[in-house]
């Protein structure tokens, strides 16, 4: 079975660029993905000085282009096989608080001095938190409660899927400036590959491959344990602490120094007011590492959490299955509810219980808390997982013995979720077979349209398992689109051929 795609997507306006700027300087091997002559700053990754802005040309959207040299071609190649494998595994990582890693491929042509590996992640567009937390003190402003503990959900909750992962991913390189903000307050943090780099193949990087430890003005963000043994979760921990403390004070004041001292650290500590903010912080950058709280136990600390975990849960349900309500169905139910009447009530046996009133909850904060889940500013925590990972991709010091075998390139995957189904089943002229046309709207208001022709012999199961394997639909999705096919192809096998014919 083949099947051609159509998408729809919005034509987007963006004002006219620079020819300079949009200049195409490469394109990928499969033309998907080109590469401008603008260049951006998306986190600092050691030897990689420069990445560039690129299209996305399926997809409508900027993206980074990002490419490290390799300065021996044969060192290049003893390292091919558990690059492919490391880069194959970063593709499956999947948060939404975490920069997405979309593409990669190995460029080894006779034409290139120097092996490159190239691969393709999302655009920041906003800049870094560290970006905006200079602009914030240079108008003199000061940082919003509520912002800060919403940031740091968002960031633990990242570190708390990485560090459940079996065996757990330690990222290593987590500063203000590889931690990322959207313009509607939305936290990613990237550079999540750059131990790739760091630990296993610094000697064969061309250039300067600058060990971060190094860099004066990042040291701070580095435990004291940093380089002395194996990287483990409670670095990242310590390095979160550093973040949380620089976005409630906005900078760590080093009076003048280049290097960010342990009394500048404990002095911005001590001068934040709320206590449970001061306790929240300390317990990150303890110096005893087996002291320091794991993500998943940051996430319920007092200070951080607000929402209960029923309401949590019951937002993000309303927003996955939106598509199935129209529009207006929430502006309408609670148009219908009587403002004095009981929604819920606490009652104790030995004293008076509590009432709450439709009245008590507004209906504009109840559309700006589902908006904001929408956007991914209140993240399940406890219910997000971290996914199976081969060794490889967490434990970088190990120098295994690399076996060469052929290894395929890598193949595209859909990680979008399937919204909602339709399809149409039609008779050909001889009634043999029929075409198939299956409309499938994703998770981010796109459209497929997949056609093909089918045999009564043809299996659901098949049709299915040969989208995910051609990248239309995701894994996950597979069982469910079998079943919907199943149900569709026995009640059209089923109708009389004469029935069809007359319709016709």
């Keep these: 079975m083949t099947m051609s795609e159509e998408r729809n997507s919005g034509s987007g306006g963006k004002e006219e660029e620079s020819e300079d700027e949009s200049e195409i300087l490469e394109e990928s091997p499969c033309g998907r993905w080109q590469k401008r002559k603008e260049q951006v700053s998306q986190g600092n990754v050691p030897g990689m000085e420069t990445a560039f802005l690129a299209m996305d040309t399926e997809e409508g ?10 300065s021996d071609k044969k060192v290049f190649r003893i390292h091919e096989d558990r690059m492919r494998e490391m880069f194959e595994n970063l593709m499956r990582v999947d948060h939404p608080n975490i920069v997405k890693f979309h593409k990669y491929w190995l460029d080894t042509r006779e034409s290139q001095s120097r092996a490159r590996v190239i691969f393709i992640t999302e655009y920041m567009s906003s800049g870094s938190l560290k970006q905006f ?3 914030t003190k240079k108008n003199h402003k000061t940082m919003n409660v509520k912002a800060w503990k919403r940031w740091c959900t968002q960031i633990l909750s990242a570190l708390s899927y990485l560090h459940s992962c079996h065996p757990p991913i330690v990222h290593g390189n987590l500063t203000c400036d590889t931690i990322f903000i959207q313009h ?41 344990e940093y380089g ?101 169905c929430l502006e309408e139910k609670t148009r219908t509810f009587d403002p004095n009447g009981v929604m819920a009530e606490i009652r104790h046996g030995d004293r008076p219980g509590v009432e709450i009133k439709y009245s008590n909850v507004s209906p504009l904060e109840l559309d700006k808390f589902l908006e904001d889940v929408k956007n991914g500013i209140y993240p399940l925590m406890n219910f997000q997982r971290g996914l199976t990972m081969p060794r490889t991709l967490s434990i970088f010091q190990e120098r295994m013995e690399t076996v060469r075998t052929p290894s395929p390139e890598p193949q595209e995957t859909e990680t979008r979720k399937v919204v909602q189904m339709h399809c149409n089943l039609e008779f050909n002229e001889g009634g043999t077979r029929s075409h ?47 079943g919907f096919l199943e149900d569709a192809l026995c009640k059209h096998w089923a109708r009389p051929l004469s029935e069809e014919s007359s319709r016709a």
């Design 61 to 70: 959207v900027e993206v980074v282009w990002n490419e490290v040299q390799f």
């Design 133 to 135: 937390l200079k602009k």
């Design 184 to 224: 509607n307050g939305l936290i990613k943090i990237g550079s999540v590959w750059h131990r790739l780099f760091v630990n296993v193949f610094p000697e064969a990087i061309y250039g300067n491959v600058q060990h971060h430890w190094d860099d004066a003005t990042n040291q701070h963000y580095f435990a004291p």
């Design 228 to 328: 002395l043994a194996e990287d483990v979760c409670s670095i990242d921990i310590y390095a979160f602490g550093i973040c949380t403390l620089e976005m409630a004070v906005l900078e760590i004041q080093a009076n003048g120094d280049t290097v960010v001292s342990k009394e500048a650290i404990t002095n911005a500590v001590q001068s934040l007011e709320d206590p449970l903010m001061k306790e929240f912080t300390q317990s990150c950058v303890r110096t005893d590492a087996k002291k320091r709280p794991t993500a998943h136990d940051l996430l319920f600390h007092r200070v951080l959490f607000e929402v209960h975990s029923l309401k949590l849960l019951a937002a993000h349900c309303f927003i996955n299955y939106q598509y199935q309500l129209h529009d207006n």
């Design 436 to 482: 198939l046309s299956l409309l499938l709207k994703m998770d981010d208001k796109l459209q497929r349209q997949l056609n093909c022709d089918v045999l009564p012999t043809d299996s659901s199961k098949d049709l299915a398992s040969e989208l995910v394997q051609y990248a239309f639909i995701s894994e996950e999705d597979c069982e469910k689109l079998a």
